[in-house]
């Protein structure tokens, strides 16, 4: 199968081209928009990532070109018009589910880095300075964390905060009993955001969930709590988690996603002028800690994701051929 591959990265390449087998991929570094889509002539499939334009018009022309597969190297669709992918018969392939530790493991990550302060302590050693005022963090162990959504991902970073000795809220439709025997609490969100001292967000994006912090819940939450998102960037308004930050409601935010991220994030502006005034904000605010949407960014993963979906275009393509054959024996 001919694949056109957008928003190709080094380290999508590695893996890929190792595990292509009979496969023929073209690797294109620009994100899949509709004056990209273009660049898919002469393929049967396309592969795609989160940033991507898969909006029904650009779904419309690949399908034009001959293109019948997209092929999301992601677990979430919330790109994907995926209705008008139905009408056009497209099919549309995902990765189901890989390893959950590289998310949670980010989540946790930036947590104990947003506590201690660990960038500005950084900074101060490198220019040569090695005091300690303004870096005052607090003990984790003992806090109440409260886990908004107890997918895979949610519940590997219960886990952790488990082992850190934290007790454990948890707001979900479909209460894990797995987490409820090993003492996690299940709640409704108000309650957990009253209670928790960290609020981690692990839920899926749907309407139901866009914008889920706003300025509303954020008044319910303690103005010296902790915010961290590693789902997706719209499950929070980012304006009012600044302005939060700004009138001390609330003490921290670390995130590895932005509400806008497509236009920026996975792409060097080192020589150009970043003209969005949110992510500015987010940027240069002392109490954020934001990263490029990376935590999906380790070597087991990435191989799981090239294996799982380069196996996935095979299966769809042996199954065509079978169909096929079928129909010319009839």
Request: with cysteine; net charge negative; glycine share 6%.
């Amino acid at each position: 199968m001919k694949i056109a591959f957008f928003s190709t990265a080094d380290y999508d390449r590695q893996w890929f081209e190792s595990g292509k087998s009979h496969h023929t991929i073209t690797f294109i570094e620009q994100p899949l928009t509709a004056q990209t889509a273009q660049l898919a002539a002469g393929h049967q499939a396309v592969c795609a990532f989160v940033h991507d334009d898969l909006g029904g018009s650009v779904l419309r022309l690949l399908k034009e070109l001959g293109v019948g597969v997209i092929a999301m190297r992601c677990v979430g669709l919330d790109n994907v018009d995926q209705e008008t992918a139905s009408e056009l018969e497209l099919a549309v392939l995902t990765v189901p589910a890989y390893s959950p530790y590289p998310v949670a493991e980010q989540a946790a990550a930036l947590l104990l880095a947003l506590n201690r302060h660990l960038p500005a302590a950084n900074q101060r050693v490198l220019a040569g300075d090695f005091t300690l005022n303004g870096l005052i963090g607090q003990d984790i162990h003992g806090k109440t964390v409260g886990i908004i959504g107890t997918g895979r991902i949610g519940r590997a970073f219960a886990r952790i905060m488990l082992g850190f000795g934290c007790r454990i809220l948890a707001y979900d439709l479909k209460p894990n009993l797995a987490l409820v025997k090993a003492g996690v609490r299940f709640v409704r969100l108000n309650t957990l955001l009253e209670e928790s001292d960290i609020v981690s967000l692990h839920c899926p994006l749907t309407p139901h969930t866009e914008f889920l912090i706003n300025n509303q819940t954020l008044q319910s939450m303690k103005p010296t709590a902790l915010l961290i998102n590693t789902g997706r960037g719209k499950l929070v308004d980012t304006s009012a988690v600044l302005d939060a930050l700004d009138q001390g409601q609330l003490a921290g935010y670390a995130a590895d996603v932005y509400t806008r991220e497509s236009a920026w994030f996975h792409r060097d502006f080192t020589d150009q002028p970043i003209t969005d005034e949110v992510l500015n904000r987010l940027r240069f605010h002392p109490r954020v800690l934001l990263t490029a949407h990376q935590g999906f960014l380790t070597q087991e993963a990435l191989q799981q994701i090239a294996a799982t979906l380069l196996n996935q275009l095979s299966f769809y393509e042996n199954s065509q051929l079978r169909h096929i054959t079928r129909s010319s024996m009839c």
